[in-house]
């Protein structure tokens, strides 16, 4: 009975996918916030060093990873596929259910997969200062982490509901060299213009995302900005973790009939599922791929498929995609992670194109699966994760109804040591779906 | 450049081992709390199972890691071997670091090495429930966990300082589904003892220990006791770090001139150490073994070692250690798996032997290498850990200074996500020395 399919550092995959590559129709163009015109890379070298900007814009499948940004990921890549035995007995089904476990990174979640690239190509281009936005903190975190490898200070702005709800989040930015603020800040425009509005606004991560631009563009030239999720290069970053779970599921001699990860930027989504969506679009094996999000912020299930800003303030250029508006505010659910308006283009662009599902789910019932998940693997989940886990538990159930042995995969995406409080809301009964 | 050295599942180990096999002279019997007779395995009956009873007695050399216990191993172990190659650049230390990561456990820590098997073996028993006391929670987390894999109840008696200071732990605890006390508790003779005499007393691990050595002989034989260190059969557990730590080193192609860990009541210090003092016992090669413990808490270093209580009130047998008093209430540092008063019986008597040393550091040295320790290799040490952390980089900087490219080896036993409080109060200087 093999438990967790491992793989030697060697094998940690030499490239990156990108699913730009084999697309049936390309993705609508990124739109100048000014001119509305298509976006050209010029557009963004106030944020971005070129390496980066060359990915956002390249429609090449294979991107090759830096040997230095290896030489991090060694550190606890390929992450382990794991069998979650003692679940799939409890739930008494049928399913196969396995969980690609990235709460092993330093950081605690996918994160640093694109964080330590992303360093690294700005430590390159001569930057010395990177800024952030960062929601429940994970991407904060992880981006702190790199920063502090690659000897580049780090600002992050935190949604203010989380900065209030995780201190130890806040703790861990400050112990790898950050500097943290929460958002909405004085120290912008964009947060006084918040605050001018509702003193007490609890933030969000479109509001934060403006707030970090800005720091960024005022800089002088010091400081680029860093995107934890949506955007391209961020989504072909994650696929890493695609890339070794289709070795691992070879190493386990099975193919999942269902993909599932949690969707709120869509950076883990994707990262998992792109590699495996690139097997059915070249003819090889078809999978469903399941994208799994709050009730409270139904971005693909409820959110229209049109051309809108990344940000609060409007100052990211207009993507097309599914949203909730830019001016959304989601309620203050723990799944800080999850709270926000969009999603990534590929990934709006692929539900467009019939190619995944997409499912919202309350944050009670994601919890009580997370309970469940911990009781009996061990691991308590991120807000985040509770609901892949929720779809991953609600698919097995529905194998033990109609007696299939699917295959289940899903991302188990980070760990909830940093958000306990949220349990203990849960145990307590203050959890609103 | 290979920075982690995995294991296979297949390459668990399948025996613990026992020193007491090697000694060069038997270790002092414990004695009995009443009759100050050397203790019989009845004695221990109303505390232990069988099977624990005749490992604490058992002088063999090899003892079988039962198939169901290495059956929840697999989810971790064999946990990674890592050379820490950024802290070395770093330091610019000729010296070879290596750390072996305990921290991957789901719980965190080394502890469910030992929580898992006592788990295993009460439940054969037909015991119920199990009560223990924790400290930092590290030991309460794990058997919280081993009990909701094995379907046990579990109490937790947390000392009071950690269960105000770390309520994130408790909610791990409560997660697993465990019941959890702070101690002194109203509950027990032992805590409303400790409350009449000091309404305000922020408890100890000998209380702790007392209240649930009390809960568990007052349950009328449904529940059972488990101690997370200091017991012979707790340090043979722990040895599965060890043995897969040779076996690591020889995928390195090194062996380590130095071994080190930190040092409460001994388990996570042994675990390492004690494989291979075995090498060394049996003529192969020697290594200097380091035992790293708090300068608040400084039993090895200025204990004396005698026979003593390994509770407050006096439950339990009468252990010859090294202790300060079982009437020793430490400061309340953070690393509140240190704040013991005794030491485990066989890293005593090894120190009596001179076959380890023992060196006591002050708790701010500790953090300050915690955070360089974060920076570089991005795991955030549990204070515990951070202990081991300082000796090692201490050696390292030793190296530096004489030219010698030595081999280091010490045990990351644990991460400190829920201890990221001590890491705010350590920037905001407001720990004491």
């Not at 120290?187 to 800005?214: C, H, N, Y």
């Not at 792109?274 to 409270?296: D, K, N, Y």
């Amino acid at each position: 009975m093999i438990t967790k399919f491992l793989l030697p550092e060697d094998r940690i995959p030499t490239t990156w996918y990108n699913v730009l590559a084999d697309l049936p129709k390309p993705v609508p163009p990124m739109l100048h916030p000014g001119t509305r015109e298509p976006l050209t890379p010029a557009d963004l070298a106030p944020l971005f060093p070129e390496s980066l900007i060359a990915q956002e814009f390249s429609t090449e499948a294979e991107i090759d990873i830096p040997g230095a940004v290896i030489d991090v990921y060694r550190q606890w890549r390929p992450s382990p596929l794991v069998r979650a035995h003692r679940l799939e007995r409890s739930l008494d089904t049928p399913a196969r259910i396995y969980f690609k476990y990235e709460g092993v990174s330093p950081a605690g979640s996918h994160k640093p997969n694109t964080a330590v690239p992303q360093a690294y190509y700005n430590k390159q281009a001569g930057v010395e200062k990177l800024t952030t936005e960062t929601g429940a903190g994970q991407w904060g975190s992880s981006l702190a982490m790199a920063s502090a490898y690659f000897g580049l200070e780090c600002e992050v702005f935190m949604v203010k509901v989380s900065h209030q709800q995780k201190p130890y989040r806040r703790a861990l930015m400050e112990t790898f060299g950050a500097t943290v603020h929460a958002s909405p800040s004085v120290l912008t425009d964009a947060g006084r213009a918040a605050l001018a509005a509702d003193p007490d606004a609890s933030g969000s991560l479109g509001l934060a995302i403006s707030e970090a631009v800005e720091a960024a563009v005022k800089s002088g030239g010091r400081a680029k900005y860093a995107l934890g999720s949506v955007l391209n290069h961020v989504l072909t970053h994650q696929t890493v973790i695609g890339q070794e779970a289709l070795l691992q599921m070879e190493l386990a001699e099975d193919y999942p009939d269902i993909v599932i990860g949690a969707a709120g930027g869509g950076s883990n989504f994707g990262g998992l599922v792109l590699p495996f969506l690139r097997e059915q679009l070249r003819g090889g094996r078809s999978v469903r791929a399941l994208a799994v999000e709050p009730a409270s912020c139904p971005t693909l299930t409820q959110g229209r498929y049109e051309y809108d800003f990344g940000d609060t303030a409007g100052l990211t250029p207009l993507t097309m995609m599914h949203t909730l508006g830019h001016d959304f505010v989601p309620p203050s659910i723990h799944a800080g992670g999850l709270r926000y308006h969009g999603m990534a283009p590929i990934i709006s662009a692929l539900k467009d194109l019939d190619l995944l599902e997409a499912r919202a789910v309350p944050q009670t019932a994601c919890f009580e699966a997370g309970v469940l998940f911990a009781r009996n693997e061990g691991i308590v989940p991120a807000p985040e994760s509770t609901h892949a886990v929720r779809a991953a538990i609600d698919e097995a159930l529905a194998c033990k109804e109609s007696g299939e042995a699917r295959t289940i995969l899903f991302t188990l995406s980070g760990h909830g040591h940093f958000d306990m409080q949220a349990y203990t809301d849960y145990f307590a009964g203050k959890l609103k779906d």
